[in-house]
């Protein structure tokens, strides 16, 4: 069994943690993704982390999965500020992954009002339903129907999975975004019944690249109240995260938004005033 060496500043615990993806097991001392690539042991290694099975065809694959290729720190530089600071520094080993289309659907729209323990657990019924050890594909899942769905723990989304994998089935892939702006790619998204704009900034920014998209719920709510003093609706405190952060958003989102649910944001480090502070503490 091959394995390959990646130099990176990755921390897979706290990535496979961080509310992406819902596929990657904890196995011994590393992870494992069994639908991956035919499945695939992911473990830390001095600097940086190791993948097996992987030979030369496979390394382009997973330098985009995991976004290798992107210098987080040059990129927000233009943006950075003591919330965002903290993040990074308390997260320094996390990255954006870029994953599959219809998996990432099929997860985020089973996310909605679930924890994450939860989340795995239908994202590994669901898994089963393809030819092992592929993720099923959309006719797969469609196949499945609405009860058949629902049996592994979808409840009231299971309706909805079934008409978007219909939907992909039909033709509204991937491909169906490749020359689209943002705002064109958001509308296209809420097609997709149980698509709400949260579900889809998660799809377009952990599968299709818009990394200007910034998921907006509870724990994103809270921290950018505490944070910047945002406040309103979702969908307005996301618009003024957009302005606020520019085209890389999304990557501001996913140090924020991990760093603040683990707790690790602490008001003595950051130049928030006393208000906030006080609402941190």
């Known amino acids: 069994m091959e394995e390959r060496r990646f130099a990176a500043n990755i921390d897979l615990e706290q990535l496979f943690d ?105 994202l590994r019924g669901l898994a089963s339903l393809g030819d092992p050890p592929a993720f099923p594909t959309p006719r797969q899942v469609a196949q499945a129907g609405v009860e058949g769905l629902r049996a592994l723990g979808l409840g009231y989304r299971a309706a909805y999975l079934h008409a978007s994998a219909c939907m992909v089935a039909d033709g509204l892939d991937a491909s169906a975004f490749s020359a689209l702006d943002y705002e064109a790619a958001l509308r296209l998204m809420l097609r997709f019944p149980g698509v709400g704009e949260k579900v889809a900034d998660c799809v377009l920014l952990f599968s299709l690249g818009y990394r200007q998209a910034f998921p907006v719920d509870v724990w994103m709510l809270r921290a950018m109240e505490r944070l910047y003093g945002l406040s309103g609706k979702p969908g307005q405190v996301k618009r003024q995260a957009m302005e606020r952060f520019g085209p890389n958003a999304g990557i501001a989102q996913m140090y924020l938004f991990h760093a603040y649910r683990k707790g690790l944001l602490r008001p003595e480090t950051l130049a928030l005033g006393p208000r906030a502070r006080q609402t941190l503490a």
């Not at 904890?26 to 035919?38: I, Q, S």
């Open 18 to 122: 961080s509310g992406q993806a819902f596929l990657w097991e904890r196995e011994g001392e590393g992870f494992v993704c069994r639908h991956l690539r035919g499945g695939v042991r992911a473990r830390s290694v001095a600097g940086g982390f190791a993948l097996s099975p992987c030979g030369q065809a496979d390394v382009a694959f997973w330098r985009e999965y995991f976004d290798l290729d992107s210098d987080y720190g040059a990129l927000l530089a233009p943006v950075l500020d003591a919330p965002l600071a903290a993040a990074m520094a308390a997260c320094p080993g996390l990255r954006l992954l870029r994953q599959d289309f219809f998996e990432t659907l099929c997860a985020f729209i089973s996310s909605a009002h679930n924890a994450m323990p939860r989340i795995r657990r239908i």
